[in-house]
T-cell receptor, first 113, second 109 residues
Framework: KAGVTQTPRYLIKTRGQQVTLSCSPI?????VSWYQQTPGQGLQFLFE???????NKGNFPGRFSGRQFSNSRSEMNVSTLELGDSALYLC????????????FGPGTRLLVL | LAKTTQPISMDSYEGQEVNITCSHN???????ITWYQQFPSQGPRFIIQ???TKVTNEVASLFIPADRKSSTLSLPRVSLSDTAVYYC??????????FGGGTRVLVKP
């Protein structure tokens, strides 16, 4: 079974731009979560989707948004990028509605200049 | 959400057993304990999960005392490739889990 895939793997943007990151969960998994990881703040939860509905949300500004499609693929969007948004963005999927075991993708490394 | 406390870092040598203890004094009745491993620039990888007593798999063992206020991840006979950050998470199934700072384990030759 293929693992969680994320595209693109690397991205360079400038301040003020917007970016869309994509995540394809493991086949059959319906829950997708997004995390931001930075050296200073560690791994921080952004949001979680299950069956196209956002179930949980972390403490991030409204510039961070996401959605999930009927095939469980998910996208995350960050608008009006700031330098502090430079981070590794990780996506994780679970097989069911409970986050017993999350399988993480390799991440998208975003650099904002 | 139950807060977890882990050592910031630990050093070990190849072939030794590494034990990482995580404190979670306010763990709730429905909370599970889960450990993840993360290598640089990669996503965390699930290692083991337990509720009480002892759980063992091909990678590690998890010891949970009766009061469940702490847990210990045991990595037998570590190798250089076990150098990573290890996260202890506590949470109720169905709720989002919070990653703490993790424990940076360095395995030396």
């Amino acid at each position: 079974k293929a693992g969680v895939t994320q595209t693109p793997r690397y991205l360079i943007k400038t301040r003020g731009q917007q970016v869309t990151l994509s995540c394809s969960p493991i086949s059959g998994h319906r829950s997708v979560s997004w995390y931001q990881q930075t050296p200073g703040q560690g791994l921080q939860f952004l949001f979680e989707y299950f069956s196209e509905t956002q179930r949980n949300k972390g403490n991030f500004p409204g510039r961070f948004s996401g959605r999930q499609f009927s095939n469980s693929r998910s996208e995350m969007n960050v608008s009006t990028l700031e330098l502090g948004d430079s981070a590794l963005y990780l996506c994780a999927s679970c097989s069911g509605p409970y986050q017993e075991t999350q399988y993480f993708g390799p991440g998208t490394r975003l650099l904002v200049l | 959400l139950a807060k977890t406390t882990q050592p910031i870092s630990m050093d070990s040598y190849e072939g030794q057993e590494v034990n990482i203890t995580c404190s979670h004094n306010n763990i709730a009745t429905n909370d599970y304990i889960t450990w993840y491993q993360q290598f640089p620039s990669q996503g965390p990888r699930f290692i083991i999960q337990g509720y009480k007593t002892k759980v063992t798999n091909e990678v590690a063992s998890l010891f949970i005392p009766a009061d469940r206020k702490s847990s210990t991840l045991s990595l037998p006979r570590v190798s250089l490739s076990d150098t990573a950050v290890y996260y202890c998470l506590v949470g109720e199934v169905g709720n989002k889990l919070t990653f703490g700072g993790g424990t940076r384990v360095l395995v030396k030759p």
